[in-house]
C-alpha cells in the first residue's frame, strides 16, 4: 500500500476513533473525581421541597398526574394567584442548616409541575407572574454562602407545565415526558439550565429528577464541570438505607415526615432519635444523608419540623467529627454499634453507642467489648463531648474513660457525664473516639 493512502486509512481510523469516542458512554462528561472525594466528607445535607402548591399542603406536582382538566386549568392559572410567600427568610433556613451540621443545601429550583422559582424568560409560569414577583433562588444562594454552605439545586426536566402547553396528558412514565425522545421539552430545559448555572455564581451540586437526565446532565457538566451532579449520576437510594456500603460517592434522601412539601393535617414526623440513627446507619456505609425540610406557603420553617432539625444540631454539635470528614470501616456494626474512621488518620476510629432497651442515665458506667478492634501502644479513648474528669455535683466521682485489650476482645468503659437535658434522660447515642486502634482483620 502506497504512502497516500496510509494517509487516509491513519486519517479514516483517526476519525472511527473519535467518533466511537464520543458515542461510548465512558467518554461522557462525568463528576469530578476529587470533588467525589470532597462529598462524602460533607455528610449531611438539607433538601428544601417547596412550590406554588404549598399553598394547599398537598403532594409536590403530583396531584397533577390523573386530574381533571378542570383541576390542571385552575392549579396553573389560578394558584400563581395566591402564592406570596412574604415571611421567606433563607438566612433562618442556612442558619438552621448550619446548626444542625448540614454541609450543603438542595432546593427545588423547578420541580414537576414545571414552576419556577426565579424570573426565567422560558415561562411565565414562575414566581414573577405571582404576587411576590421576586427571585428565591438569588437570596437562597446568598444566604448559604454567607453561611459556608455548599449551594444545591434540584431540577426537573419533567415539566407537567410544558407537556400540557404541547397538547399532552400529563403523566411521568411516556415518551413525551422524555427530553430525548421531545426536542422541544429539551430546548425549554436547556434555556432553564443556562440561566441556573450561569446567573447565580458557581453551584456545587445539581440533583435531576427525571427517568431521562442525560442529556441535562451532560449540559451542566459543559457550563460548570465543577459541580456535581447526584441523582442522574451517582447512587440516591430515596426513602431506603442499602444493606451495605455502596461503592463511590452516594446520598439518601428522606422526608422528615410522609410527605415532601408542606403537609398542615394529617402528618406524622419522625423523631430526633430515628433521625439521628439513620445518619449514623448512612454514613457508617459511606453515604451522605440529604434530610428534607418543607416551608411553609408563606416561607417560613414549621415548629414541629423545626425542632427535629435542633435536636440532630445539638448531638451534632457534640459529635459531628464523627459524621463528617469519615470513611466505611471493614466492619461497619458489631452488635448494634456502628463504627466510622477519620478520612485522614485511619486508625481513629468512632464508636456509635445507643441507649439500647434500659436509660442509661447520667453518671452510670457501660462496659462493652469489642471483637472486632484491637488496641496499640498509641491507643487512647474519650467520649465526645466530655472531658472525662467531672460529673457535675458529684466531686467524688470519677467519669474517665477506660480501655483494655483482653483475649475476648478491646473492652472499653465509659461513663455518660455530660448534662445534657434538665430531667438527666438523653434518648440518643453517645460516641465513643477510640484512636490508635486497628481492626482484627487489618493488624
Same mark, same amino acid.
Given at each position: =500500500?502506497n ?7 491513519s ?9 466511537q469516542?464520543?458515542?461510548d458512554? %465512558?467518554?461522557k462528561?462525568?463528576n ?5 472525594e470532597e462529598?462524602?466528607d460533607?455528610?449531611?445535607?438539607l ?5 406554588l402548591?404549598?399553598e394547599?399542603g398537598?403532594v ?6 390523573g386530574?381533571?382538566e378542570e383541576?390542571i386549568? &385552575? ?15 433563607p438566612?433562618a433556613?442556612?442558619?438552621?442548616a #448550619?446548626?444542625?451540621?448540614?454541609k450543603?443545601v ?7 409541575n ?10 411565565n ?14 437570596p437562597?444562594?446568598?444566604?448559604c &454562602? ?7 439545586f434540584?431540577f426537573s ?8 402547553k404541547q397538547?399532552?396528558e400529563?403523566r411521568?412514565?411516556s415518551?413525551h ?7 422541544e ?6 434555556i432553564q439550565i #443556562?440561566e441556573?448555572?450561569s ?7 445539581a440533583?435531576l429528577? %427525571? ?5 441535562i446532565?451532560?449540559?451542566i457538566?459543559?457550563?460548570q ?5 447526584t441523582?442522574?449520576?451517582m447512587?440516591t437510594?430515596e426513602?431506603y438505607?442499602p444493606?451495605?456500603p455502596l ?10 415526615g410522609?410527605?415532601?412539601q408542606?403537609?398542615?393535617t394529617n402528618?406524622v414526623?419522625?423523631s430526633?432519635?430515628?433521625?439521628i440513627?439513620m ?9 451522605n444523608l440529604?434530610?428534607n425540610m418543607g416551608?411553609?406557603?408563606?416561607? #417560613?420553617?414549621p415548629?414541629e419540623?423545626?425542632?427535629?432539625f ?6 451534632m454539635f457534640?459529635n459531628?467529627e ?5 470513611r466505611?470501616?471493614?466492619?461497619i456494626?458489631?452488635?448494634? =454499634?456502628?463504627f466510622t &474512621?477519620?478520612t485522614?488518620?485511619?486508625s481513629?476510629v468512632y464508636v456509635f453507642?445507643?441507649q ?19 488496641a ?11 472531658n472525662d474528669?467531672?460529673?457535675e455535683?458529684q466531686?467524688r466521682?470519677?467519669?474517665v474513660s477506660k ?13 455518660r457525664?455530660q448534662?445534657?437535658?434538665?430531667d438527666?434522660r ?8 477510640l484512636?490508635g486502634?486497628?481492626?482484627v482483620?487489618?493488624?
Amino acid at each position: =500500500m502506497n504512502k497516500p493512502a496510509l494517509g487516509i486509512l491513519s486519517l479514516l481510523l483517526l476519525l472511527s476513533s473519535t467518533f466511537q469516542a464520543q458515542a461510548d458512554p %465512558a467518554a461522557k462528561l462525568k463528576n469530578d473525581v476529587q470533588r467525589g472525594e470532597e462529598f462524602m466528607d460533607w455528610g449531611v445535607g438539607l433538601f428544601v421541597h417547596w412550590s406554588l402548591d404549598s399553598e394547599l399542603g398537598s403532594v409536590i406536582s403530583h396531584s397533577l398526574v390523573g386530574a381533571s382538566e378542570e383541576y390542571i386549568d &385552575r392549579y396553573l392559572n389560578e394558584l400563581p394567584k395566591h402564592f406570596n410567600p412574604t415571611d421567606y427568610d433563607p438566612e433562618a433556613w442556612a442558619k438552621l442548616a #448550619k446548626l444542625a451540621g448540614c454541609k450543603y443545601v438542595v432546593l427545588t429550583t423547578k420541580h414537576h409541575n414545571g414552576f419556577c422559582l426565579w424570573p426565567t424568560k422560558s415561562t411565565n409560569f414562575s414566581i414573577a407572574n405571582t404576587p411576590y414577583q421576586k427571585d428565591l433562588v438569588g437570596p437562597f444562594v446568598e444566604a448559604c &454562602r454567607k453561611y459556608d454552605l455548599k449551594v444545591g439545586f434540584y431540577f426537573s426536566p419533567e415539566d407537567f407545565w410544558f407537556l400540557h402547553k404541547q397538547g399532552h396528558e400529563i403523566r411521568r412514565k411516556s415518551k413525551h415526558a422524555n427530553i430525548s425522545s421531545n426536542p422541544e421539552l429539551l430546548a425549554h430545559n436547556k434555556i432553564q439550565i #443556562k440561566e441556573l448555572f450561569s446567573n447565580y455564581g458557581p453551584i456545587d451540586i445539581a440533583f435531576l429528577d %427525571a427517568f431521562d437526565n442525560d442529556h441535562i446532565t451532560q449540559y451542566i457538566h459543559e457550563l460548570q464541570p465543577r459541580c456535581l451532579v447526584t441523582r442522574g449520576e451517582m447512587e440516591t437510594p430515596e426513602q431506603y438505607i442499602p444493606n451495605k456500603p455502596l461503592p463511590g460517592p452516594w446520598e439518601a434522601n428522606f422526608t422528615l415526615g410522609t410527605q415532601w412539601q408542606y403537609k398542615p393535617t394529617n402528618e406524622v414526623y419522625k423523631s430526633g432519635t430515628k433521625l439521628i440513627e439513620m445518619l449514623i446507619d448512612i454514613r457508617s456505609k459511606g453515604g451522605n444523608l440529604l434530610i428534607n425540610m418543607g416551608p411553609e406557603p408563606s416561607g #417560613k420553617i414549621p415548629f414541629e419540623q423545626e425542632r427535629t432539625f435542633r435536636e440532630l444540631a445539638l448531638w451534632m454539635f457534640i459529635n459531628g467529627e464523627s459524621i463528617h470528614n469519615i470513611r466505611p470501616c471493614p466492619i461497619i456494626k458489631e452488635g448494634e =454499634m456502628w463504627f466510622t &474512621r477519620d478520612t485522614k488518620e485511619s486508625s481513629t476510629v468512632y464508636v456509635f453507642i445507643p441507649q439500647g432497651k434500659k436509660h442509661w442515665r447520667r453518671g452510670a458506667r457501660r462496659t462493652y467489648t469489642l471483637k472486632s478492634l484491637s488496641a496499640t501502644d498509641n491507643t487512647r479513648i474519650s467520649v465526645l463531648g466530655q472531658n472525662d474528669r467531672v460529673l457535675e455535683y458529684q466531686p467524688r466521682a470519677k467519669p474517665v474513660s477506660k480501655f483494655e485489650q483482653t483475649d475476648e476482645g478491646l473492652q472499653i468503659s465509659v461513663v455518660r457525664a455530660q448534662r445534657i437535658y434538665n430531667d438527666h434522660r438523653w434518648p440518643n447515642p453517645v460516641v465513643v473516639k477510640l484512636e490508635g486502634v486497628t481492626f482484627v482483620d487489618e493488624s
